[in-house]
């Protein structure tokens, strides 16, 4: 049995990996690469083994970075099928065909520029149309803890990663002429503290675990205190009278986000007057597949929802699908907290808000999740006093704030104890991770550990 990287090696985006028993070729994610202009290129480069061979992909959840390259595949001549949870499917097919919308865009600006200078651009790396190909390959639905046998030889189960709704771990029980091996891929492992979903599960053992590593060199800060801190900085940003910008992943970090607003607002921490704005029509989107799955939440929030009551939902909540209101809500100088994604200020219409509210020294920036080296986000959190926007030059004048503690990633802590839980592990494999954050993960370890490289192979006979 063969296990192979092609993605999230040495870096947190792109994950993929091909395990291969027997004949049959199993791909674990098929994720984009994002953040750098560099690593958007890399989404081009071939693979690193043949499309058309691959038999099934297994798909831990529904962030772009593990499902962001399936069109690519599917373009490319993969054939086979696609298995994962209901919930990711739903999410899954939110996100691949807005990343192909954006796609779509960013070639036609990019093909208008090209002109001007009678060259060609290239083609996006997919479209529309290769994002509904791709979902009509999506096909058994996963349910946590009832293996699915794949094909002859190979089983797989998926267990709860408690992660992004839908999120999985996914164990393959694969059997070929050299015996029985089971190799655990651990997907991207939520926070050991229940915020709004369940905690992650683990099976109780494996041959090899293929393991993240986001926040293996550190801890959060406590989660009640994260919130507290939360509800200070927007307090605080209210009375200097300016707008709270929060850049937001439009699955989990947004409805998270809304679920505190509302606490805050029902346990009398922040006023009822609050003006918020979700500026993404995927969080919009997400927010109803969410109502969906009521058995993946923590008890408050089911009881929330058995009650009839919103969990995600407060008065003063405005949704903007549309454009024109999204531009609309530029008019606003203070007092508004505008959610808008992407997270890490890659693409997406937080741009706009930043652009509008960066320069401003009454207006707050508050980031909730993980910023990539090399984006926008991180330039900002960083503390850079200018930074590029659409080509222009944008002068940062507004309060910065960091709360780590939303976090959907588990800490070092956390990752510890998780592989903890799993007997008879020969190797871990740590990927998805800063090169920095997986040195410090695998100091705590002990026993066999590798750091695979793009394209490395292991041997698992
Ligand atoms: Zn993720």
Redesign the pocket.
């Known amino acids: 049995m063969k296990l192979s990287f092609h993605g999230a090696a040495h870096n947190v985006t792109g994950s993929c990996h091909l395990l291969e028993v027997g004949e049959h070729r199993i791909l674990v994610d098929c994720g984009l690469f994002q953040g750098s202009r560099e690593l958007n290129e890399d989404n081009a480069i071939p693979f690193g083994f043949d499309e058309r061979s691959i038999d099934f992909v297994l798909l831990?959840?529904a962030?772009l970075?593990?499902c962001g390259r399936l069109p690519l595949l599917v373009k490319r001549g993969f054939r086979g099928e696609i298995i994962a949870t209901q919930a990711t499917f739903e999410l899954a097919r939110l996100v691949i065909l807005d990343s192909a919308k954006l796609q779509e865009e960013e070639s036609r600006s990019r093909d208008a520029h090209a002109r001007k200078q009678n060259q060609v651009a290239p083609n996006p790396l997919y479209t529309v149309i290769d994002a509904m190909d791709c979902i009509g390959r999506f096909g058994r639905a996963a349910s946590y803890g009832h293996a699915i046998d794949i094909c002859p030889g190979v089983r797989a189960t998926f267990y709860n990663a408690g992660?992004?709704l839908g999120?999985s771990s996914i164990l393959i029980e694969g059997e070929d002429k050299n015996g029985v091996r089971r190799v655990l891929f651990s997907?991207?492992i939520g926070s050991a503290t229940p915020h709004i979903l369940r905690p992650p599960e683990v099976p109780v053992s494996a041959d090899a675990v293929v393991m993240e590593t986001t926040y293996g060199d550190r801890l959060h800060r406590p989660f009640d205190e994260s919130v507290k801190q939360f509800y200070q900085v927007v307090n605080s940003a209210l009375s200097g009278g300016g707008n709270i910008v929060i850049p937001t992943f439009a699955?989990e970090r947004a409805q998270e986000i809304l679920f505190f607003l509302r606490q805050g607002v029902d346990e009398n921490r922040l006023p009822p007057s609050l003006q918020v704005y979700l500026d993404s029509p995927m969080a919009i989107s997400a927010t109803q597949i969410f109502e969906r799955h009521l058995d993946d939440f923590t008890p408050a929030v089911r009881e929330m929802l058995a009650k009839g009551q919103d969990p995600f939902s407060i008065p003063g909540l405005h949704l903007t699908r549309d454009k024109a209101e999204s531009i609309a809500i530029n008019n606003s100088r203070g007092g508004a907290i505008i959610m808008a994604g992407s997270g890490m200020c890659t693409g997406g219409r937080i741009r706009h808000h930043l652009v509008h509210n960066l320069p401003r020294s009454e207006a707050s920036i508050v980031f909730v999740g993980y910023a990539a080296n090399g984006t926008l986000a991180r330039q900002i959190i960083d503390g850079a006093k200018e930074v590029q926007i659409f080509g222009e030059r944008v002068a940062v004048r507004a309060e910065i704030h960091t709360i780590n503690g939303f976090s959907?990633?588990a800490d070092q802590n956390e990752l510890l104890a998780w592989q903890e839980r799993i007997a008879n592990k020969r190797i871990i494999a740590l990927v998805h991770g800063e090169p920095s954050s997986m040195e410090a993960f695998a100091a705590r370890l002990t026993g066999r550990v590798v750091m695979p490289k793009l394209n490395d192979e292991i041997n698992l006979d």
Do not use: M, Q
Request: proline fraction near 0%.
């Open positions: 831990t959840h962030h970075d593990h992660h992004i999120s997907g991207d699955l959907a990633h």
